[in-house]
Structures are given as C-alpha cells and as structure tokens.
C-alpha cells in the first residue's frame, strides 16, 4: 500500500513506521501542479495544507484516504472526496493546551505592556529616572475583574475559560453572530461590547470569515485587547490594523492570517506598534504536542487500514 507525505515539512517530529505492509514517500513541500503526478498509485495521502479540490480528486482514482496532519482541514473538498469514496481525517485537540497558553501569553504581554517596557530600558529611560522605576501615561491593565469574552467554545475555547477564571476574570462565551443566545451564553453583540480581552477560538468557514470587521471592532472598548489563536481570516486584518493605527482599540495579538506565508504582504506587518503582537502560526509548537499529533495522525492510517477509521471529517 503506497503512503505518501505531501509536505513532511510542515510536521517538525519524528514520524514512527506505520504498523502494515506499505510503501512510503515523503516531500517536504509540494506544489499544486505537483499533486497529481506524486499521488499516482497511492492510496493514501497525508497533507497539512496541500490544496485537493474536486478537478485533483477526480484525477486520483486509487487514492481512499488523505490523512490531514492538523485540525482544520479547509484545503480539502470534503464534498468532493465523500462523492469519490474518499475518506477524509484529521487531528484533534492535540494543541490545545499550547495554544492556550500561548493566548494567554500574548494577553499578559499586551495588557501588562512588556513590550513597552522592554523598548524603554533599551531606550535608556530607566537609566535616566527620576526615581526607581519607569511608568509610562498610560498604565498596564490587570486580568483580575476584568471581562474574558470567548468567541468559540469548542475544546480550545473551553481552556481559555479555564484560564481565564484561574486569573480571577470574569468569563463570558459569545453565542454565534445572528442567533438567539443559548443558556450560559451571550448575543454576540452584547459580548463584544463587554469585552476587556476578546479571544477568538472558532474555526474558519463561510460563516466565520471577517467575522471580526469594522463594525464588530467599533462596538469594542477602546482600550480592549483582541487575540486571535484560531485560523486567519476570521478577523478583517485591513480593518484591524485601521482601528490599531486610528487608536481606536487597545491591543492585538494574531498567530493566523489570511495568507500564509503572507508573501504579498498584509496591512498588519507594516504597523510597528508595541500593542500588537504577531506570531508566524506557531502556537501549537511544542515538543509533547508535535508528539500527540504524530501519534493520532498515524493511528488514524492505521485504523482506517484495519477498517475502523477514526476523526472522520467526510
């Protein structure tokens, strides 16, 4: 059985054999043009972000399962693959804590304003003082009492709840944009006008695209603080990076674009500001949790070989 890794690159571990007679061939990248021909023979296929849309699976006729090695797997056309008897799966909530916690860093750093401290003993500021320390006008902004507003409340979010209450802050779980608010949540709306600290944690799809535009961001505390750990896309990043330059929000900090690499640029890059964090969508990257990636992403071959597939997405 012919396995193939489109793009070995994306997964920095070390993979273990597969437990079944196979064949094995592994790229570090592979462009579109490139799918087809690597694919030809294969019954199964491991992808992170390699594109399959419907004219690629109608050309791979052998082909039965593309393994994803992440939790989203918008790159591929479920549809697609359901029509051509193609199973598709991923992984699940392996990343969790890291992305949490690396939320939550990006919180400190920005409400706590490290970077702004930071640039100012560089700067020489402390050195020059007046007295012990240096404070600048506008003072840092505690986590204790203030508002943790979720957007998503899947695995992901439900760690960040946790967090948040562990900081002594008041939680509040946003229900979906346009839909009557279940119980032990809040209109949308409603929730971002509370937000001190608004988290984003959903998936990306057609409902969730620049589900953080202009308006969303005017209906914000001025000095609120935005964290996107989830996909990009979600947030408008033309309008955020308007509201950082207008002052017009408090602070932002992103792991996710739109495009990825953002080889053409991104109005977000440009903005030098110590209010806005951004991470090259490495939040999930640690040691124990590339492991557990490495593990369910294998094991779904594996029991999809033995006929018992696993985290089925079509």
């Known amino acids: ?16 054999p597969l437990r079944f007679a196979h064949e094995w061939q592994e790229y570090p990248t592979t462009a579109p043009e490139q799918v087809v021909e690597r694919l030809s023979g294969a ?15 109608a050309q791979l006729p052998e082909l039965k399962l593309i ?15 359901r029509s051509h008897g193609i199973t598709v799966t991923n992984v699940r909530d392996w990343s969790t804590p890291a992305v949490a916690e690396h939320a939550f860093a990006m919180i400190l750093s920005l409400r706590r304003q490290l970077l702004v401290y930071r640039e100012a003993v560089a700067a020489g500021e402390w050195q020059r003082s007046h007295f012990y320390g240096v404070l600048k006008d506008t003072l840092p902004q505690d986590l204790h009492g203030c508002t943790l507003v979720i957007v998503g409340y899947g695995a992901l979010g ?13 939680v509040v779980i946003a229900e979906r944009k346009g839909q009557t608010p279940r119980a032990g949540r809040v209109a949308f709306d409603d929730a971002l ?23 969303e961001l005017a209906r914000m505390k001025g000095d609120a603080t935005l964290i996107n750990t989830a996909r990009g896309g979600i947030v408008n990043e033309q309008a955020l990076a308007d509201a950082l330059r207008e002052g017009r929000i408090g602070a932002a900090g992103l792991d996710s674009l739109a495009q990825e690499p953002p080889r053409d640029g991104n109005p977000l890059l440009s903005l ?36 018992a597939p696993r985290n089925v997405v079509s």
């Open 1 to 16: 059985m012919k396995v193939v890794f489109l793009d070995r690159y994306a997964i920095r571990a070390a993979l273990r």
């Open 43 to 57: 019954r199964i296929a491991i992808t992170n972000r390699v594109r399959f849309d419907r004219a690629t699976i």
């Open 158 to 170: 439900k760690r960040l709840a946790r967090l948040g209450e562990a900081f002594d802050m008041k």
């Open 67 to 81: 393994a994803v090695s992440a939790t989203g797997h918008e790159c591929i056309d479920v549809d697609a693959c």
């Open 193 to 215: 006008a509370q937000a001190d600290v608004l988290c984003i944690a959903c998936p990306i799809s057609e409902d969730t695209r620049n589900l953080i535009d202009a308006p």
């Open 272 to 307: 030098q500001q110590p209010n806005l964090i951004m991470t090259p969508h490495m939040a999930f990257a640690s040691n124990s949790t590339l492991a557990r990636l490495v593990e369910q992403l294998l094991s779904n071959i594996e029991s999809f070989v033995a006929g």
